[in-house]
């Protein structure tokens, strides 16, 4: 069975930068997707990749998030650059029906 395990979250000051990482124990040759949850607030859309390495953003990050893949580690990369005290949230790995445990990013203002 396929488990996803996100990592790289933390404290961080609004501008800075976080790499956050999903690591898949199956392969990843699938759509992945990265989600994110604020307090009080509904789980939110943030940016998929698709097995040819499409993506797509939502407007809220995009110019400031990128997501990418390493099919031989079979690992999920999110790059959060400019972050904003807006972006805090829990940030969740989603592959099909398949949820991470989630790893908590704060940006401090």
């Known amino acids: 069975q396929v488990q996803l395990v996100e990592s790289g979250g933390g404290l961080v000051q609004a501008g800075g930068s976080l790499r956050l990482s999903c690591a898949a124990s199956g392969n990843i040759f699938s759509n992945m997707h990265w989600y994110r949850q604020a307090p009080g607030k509904q789980r939110e859309f943030v940016a998929s990749?698709?097995?040819?390495?499409?993506?797509v953003y939502a407007d809220s990050v995009k110019g400031r998030f990128t997501i990418s893949r390493d099919s031989a580690k079979n690992t999920v990369y999110l790059q959060m650059n400019s972050l904003k005290p807006e972006d805090t949230a829990v940030y969740y790995c989603?592959?099909?029906?398949?949820w991470g445990q989630g790893t908590q990013v704060t940006v401090s203002s």
């Open positions: 989603k592959r099909g029906l398949l």
């Open positions: 990749i698709t097995s040819s390495s499409s993506t």
